[in-house]
């Protein structure tokens, strides 16, 4: 069986890490490349020390175009600038490209859709956990059937997380808004302070914590006029993301080059 040659992007965090200890125990896969950016302080070391395994004899580099060299596809966990760079170079490879970054604005989701046409087969959420995905899925249903119910995403990440809301509080508003038929940009409220006056009804209110080690939980509120409903998700552990960016790169590489999403790998598109 021919394995597919993945390189892990931003080996040197933590779901660096974990995208690394997901493919090196899959059958499926085997792990060609480790890049990180440069200067970064994992740049030199061995990518199976650097997530606590045993050496894999595969050093870490901050040179795209060598890790890529051997690869059929990059789990890109980093920063939007990153990952529209190496989208690009996937596009002109023909390669699978999953992209866990967050923080994307929107000419920098334009650039990674235009590399799916160009080339790549992308596969971009801003959560990899099956679970997240299927929770996005009820959101959109319950907004739609709740329809005058306000709708509220709460948020809770670990201190060191750069970007509010989170990609997946983000996947939440942006079912809850599908289900509503509005645009989450044009109805979303990021910041409540001071006077705010009476909660505007149709929005889609959100609300960020940080704090020690958190690795991700969300809450989405629909309060009706006598009841509440609350769904929710807790990561338990990174792997979840690593398991999911795997499954992700196994079912793009069988599809034609575009850009894809969790929900289109678990057929809840179909």
């Given at each position: 069986?021919?394995?597919?040659?993945?390189?892990?992007?931003?080996?040197?965090?933590?779901?660096?890490?974990?995208?690394?200890?997901?493919?090196?125990?899959?059958?499926?896969?085997?792990?060609?490349?480790?890049?990180?950016?440069?200067?970064?302080?994992?740049?030199?070391?061995?990518?199976?020390?650097?997530?606590?395994?045993?050496?894999?004899?595969?050093?870490?580099?901050?040179?795209?175009?060598?890790?890529?060299?051997?690869?059929?596809?990059?789990?890109?966990?980093?920063?939007?600038?990153?990952s529209v760079a190496l989208a690009g170079l996937?596009?002109?490879?023909?390669?699978?490209?999953?992209?866990?970054?967050?923080?994307?604005?929107?000419?920098?989701?334009?650039?990674?859709?235009?590399?799916?046409?160009?080339?790549?087969?992308?596969?971009?959420?801003?959560?990899?956990?099956?679970?997240?995905?299927?929770?996005?899925?009820?959101?959109?249903?319950?907004?739609?059937?709740?329809?005058?119910?306000?709708?509220?995403?709460?948020?809770?990440?670990?201190?060191?997380?750069?970007?509010?809301?989170?990609?997946?509080?983000?996947?939440?508003?942006?079912?809850?808004?599908?289900?509503?038929?509005?645009?989450?940009?044009?109805?979303?409220?990021?910041?409540?302070?001071?006077?705010?006056?009476?909660?505007?009804?149709?929005?889609?209110?959100?609300?960020?914590?940080?704090?020690?080690?958190?690795?991700?939980?969300?809450?989405?509120?629909?309060?009706?006029?006598?009841?509440?409903?609350?769904?929710?998700?807790?990561?338990?552990?990174?792997?979840?993301?690593?398991?999911?960016?795997?499954?992700?790169?196994?079912?793009?590489?069988?599809?034609?080059?575009?850009?894809?999403?969790?929900?289109?790998?678990?057929g809840l598109n179909d």
């Amino acid at each position: 069986m021919t394995k597919l040659r993945i390189i892990v992007a931003g080996a040197g965090g933590r779901m660096g890490a974990a995208n690394i200890r997901a493919i090196a125990g899959h059958p499926e896969l085997e792990l060609v490349g480790a890049l990180d950016r440069s200067g970064a302080a994992s740049i030199g070391k061995d990518a199976g020390l650097l997530a606590g395994l045993e050496p894999l004899g595969l050093a870490v580099t901050d040179s795209a175009e060598q890790a890529l060299a051997q690869a059929d596809a990059i789990v890109d966990f980093t920063a939007p600038a990153a990952s529209v760079a190496l989208a690009g170079l996937a596009a002109r490879q023909g390669l699978v490209h999953i992209i866990g970054t967050t923080g994307c604005l929107e000419a920098e989701n334009d650039a990674i859709a235009e590399a799916g046409r160009a080339g790549a087969r992308i596969v971009q959420s801003g959560n990899f956990s099956p679970g997240m995905v299927a929770l996005t899925a009820l959101v959109e249903k319950a907004a739609a059937a709740l329809a005058d119910y306000d709708v509220e995403i709460l948020e809770m990440h670990h201190n060191l997380k750069v970007d509010a809301p989170s990609g997946s509080a983000l996947m939440l508003g942006e079912a809850a808004a599908r289900g509503r038929n509005i645009s989450l940009k044009d109805h979303s409220v990021r910041v409540r302070d001071g006077h705010t006056g009476a909660r505007e009804p149709g929005t889609i209110g959100f609300a960020t914590l940080r704090g020690g080690n958190v690795i991700g939980d969300h809450m989405v509120i629909l309060a009706g006029p006598s009841e509440r409903i609350e769904l929710s998700h807790r990561a338990q552990d990174r792997s979840i993301f690593a398991n999911g960016a795997v499954l992700a790169a196994l079912w793009a590489s069988r599809q034609p080059p575009g850009l894809y999403s969790m929900a289109d790998v678990l057929g809840l598109n179909d």
